[in-house]
């Protein structure tokens, strides 16, 4: 039996912990609301950047002369699994989820006799993955001197996977991250984004009126390298806002459960102190009877 | 025909500009062209240079690199991979822009080292012309 100083002292430190992860709540509750503003900001640019390249990709897709990044360089030989994590832990299974889904992939690709590559954005994805994968790693892009993700950012990311494109390292990139849902569901996800595929436009009919200047295949040389981009800051911002979320659920558990914890040793201090104080009324009386 | 059309100017962060307006005059890659109410659709890419909106309350600048403009008879929608108001283009955000595109025609691959130098100087001209 721990004795009453004991559980005074666990009692503060559990209430010191939970008043920090109470502040890391709301730290990340507020980062989130920011984060999620970026992220709505910045959906219009890539709705319309894909509306556009997925009418332009239908109508040169078909062609000989269509561009690699949209065509493929007519293997899948050799991929790029570009997984891209928080910097920070104590958030959940975020990264976890991340790096599992990776690892799946990574798995799959090995089992059927492919390459694999893996580009590792953020310093948790790298840890995790590390251990199994380390041999496959080609790159590490450091995020954590990052105090704002603009496009730039992004930019320099997709230079990167673009240079290693042209440089003929891989057949088909893919990026990982996790798609922000909710507050309580980030769903790790996976999307394929060199060569480009594009979702089946719906009723995107009118998009062969337009006149292209200078011509399409060039404006789609121009675009593409673009959309690269583009997927990677909408991917960066959604990995951020989930990032956030699932730090605010984990840390809104964690305080709970500090709570929690605090209430049971509260009881037991105060069964120990009256425990304490019966036993010394005990001996008093017994004393005063005993004369 | 409409007086007006709906005239968009999206950056990948955020959205720059919004409204109904009159005649946007676009730097547009093979050049510079003008879109009012009733233009045939259009798509084309963008050169660095300076975006004209004239609206009914006044004219408004902005300063693009790179992207596209999307022209239909009741809209204009401009994607800018960078983009500004024209007053918050100063001497300092033109420099690295300048330098950037600089380092991209020393990297870049033989065949685009054309494009890379077009841009190169078409961002030097903006600066010319606004006399930074």
């Known amino acids: 039996m721990p004795s009453l100083k004991d559980l005074k002292n666990r009692i503060a430190s559990v209430k010191n912990t939970r008043k920090i992860t109470k502040a890391m709540q709301m730290v990340a509750a507020a980062k989130l609301r920011r984060a999620q503003e970026a992220a709505e900001h910045a959906r219009p640019y890539a709705e319309r950047m894909n509306a556009v390249m997925t009418s332009l990709a239908a109508s040169v897709g078909g062609s000989a002369s269509a561009p690699r990044l949209l065509a493929g360089t007519g293997s899948d030989q050799t991929h790029l699994l570009?997984?891209?994590?928080?910097?920070?832990?104590?958030?959940?299974?975020?990264?976890?989820?991340?790096?599992?889904?990776?690892?799946?992939?990574?798995?799959?690709?090995?089992?059927?006799?492919?390459?694999?590559?893996?580009?590792?954005?953020?310093?948790?994805?790298?840890d995790a993955l590390r251990r199994d994968y380390g041999q496959y790693f080609v790159g590490h892009v450091d995020l954590s001197e990052v105090k704002k993700l603009t496009y730039l950012t992004a930019r320099g990311i997709g230079r990167d996977i673009l240079a290693r494109f042209d440089a003929g390292e891989f057949d088909v990139a893919t990026i990982f991250y996790s798609v922000f849902e909710s507050v309580i569901s980030q769903v790790p996800t996976a999307k394929q984004v060199i060569p480009a595929q594009f979702e089946e436009s719906e009723g995107h009919g009118s998009s062969a009126l337009f006149d292209y200047e200078p011509s399409e295949e060039a404006i789609l040389h121009d675009l593409l390298p673009r959309g690269v981009s583009t997927a990677i800051f909408s991917a960066l911002l959604e990995n951020n806002a989930s990032f956030n979320g699932a730090q605010m659920s984990a840390m809104d558990n964690a305080t709970r459960n500090a709570g929690d914890m605090i209430d049971k040793l509260t009881i037991e201090y105060n069964r120990s102190r009256q425990a304490a104080i019966t036993k010394e009324l005990i001996e008093i009386i017994s004393g005063a009877e005993a004369l | 025909m409409?007086?007006?059309?709906?005239?968009?100017?999206?950056?990948?962060?955020?959205?720059?500009?919004?409204?109904?307006?009159?005649?946007?005059?676009?730097?547009?890659?093979?050049?510079?062209?003008?879109?009012?109410?009733?233009?045939?659709?259009?798509?084309?890419?963008?050169?660095?240079?300076?975006?004209?909106?004239?609206?009914?309350?006044?004219?408004?600048?902005?300063?693009?690199?790179?992207?596209?403009?999307?022209?239909?008879?009741?809209?204009?929608?401009?994607?800018?991979?960078?983009?500004?108001?024209?007053?918050?283009?100063?001497?300092?955000?033109?420099?690295?822009?300048?330098?950037?595109?600089?380092?991209?025609?020393?990297?870049?691959?033989?065949?685009?080292?054309?494009?890379?130098?077009?841009?190169?100087?078409?961002?030097?001209?903006?600066?010319?012309?606004?006399?930074?």
């Open chain 1, 82 to 126: 570009v997984v891209m994590t928080g910097e920070r832990g104590l958030c959940g299974g975020f990264n976890a989820n991340i790096a599992k889904l990776a690892r799946h992939r990574a798995d799959e690709l090995l089992a059927a006799g492919k390459t694999v590559k893996i580009l590792t954005v953020g310093k948790k994805g790298r």
């Open chain 2, 2 to 132: 409409a007086d007006t059309m709906q005239f968009d100017l999206v950056a990948p962060e955020r959205k720059l500009a919004s409204a109904p307006v009159t005649e946007v005059r676009i730097p547009g890659a093979d050049g510079d062209l003008s879109a009012m109410p009733g233009h045939a659709p259009l798509i084309t890419t963008l050169r660095p240079g300076i975006l004209t909106v004239v609206s009914a309350a006044g004219t408004a600048e902005y300063a693009v690199t790179g992207g596209f403009a999307e022209i239909t008879p009741e809209s204009v929608i401009v994607l800018a991979e960078r983009g500004m108001p024209k007053a918050e283009l100063t001497p300092d955000v033109h420099a690295e822009m300048v330098a950037e595109a600089r380092k991209a025609v020393e990297e870049a691959a033989p065949s685009l080292v054309d494009a890379a130098m077009k841009v190169l100087a078409d961002m030097e001209a903006l600066g010319t012309h606004m006399t930074l």
